[in-house]
């Protein structure tokens, strides 16, 4: 039996990387749709946390990117995720 097409979990944990992670955040937070799309389609989850359970949405909505933000939800992230402190994306967006 050879192996199997598309993406093994040693390829999903290899690609969502604390570093890709980073990138991931670090692309919602500055507006650059071309990085957040291009680690999407490497694989890296749009509901990624960092180490202080912040996700790209709330970076995006802290800085009011409407367009990563439209992107975001369009790909089923999860609007009401929390991070440490209990707070959504919508509480960083006010």
């Known amino acids: 039996m050879g192996p199997k097409e598309g993406n093994t979990v040693e390829q999903i944990l290899r690609e969502t990387t604390p570093e890709n992670v980073e990138a991931l955040l670090?692309?919602?937070?500055?507006?650059?749709?071309?990085?957040?799309?291009?680690?999407?389609?490497?694989?890296?989850?749009?509901?990624?946390?960092?180490?202080?359970?912040?996700?790209?949405?709330?970076?995006?909505?802290?800085n009011g990117h409407l367009g990563i933000l439209e992107y975001l939800i369009s790909g089923g992230v999860d609007v009401s995720a929390s991070n440490m402190e209990k707070n959504t994306p919508l509480h960083w967006a006010c």
């Open 26 to 62: 670090e692309a919602a937070r500055y507006d650059d749709m071309e990085d957040v799309v291009s680690l999407a389609s490497a694989g890296v989850s749009l509901d990624s946390k960092d180490s202080q359970g912040r996700t790209a949405l709330h970076m995006a909505a802290a």
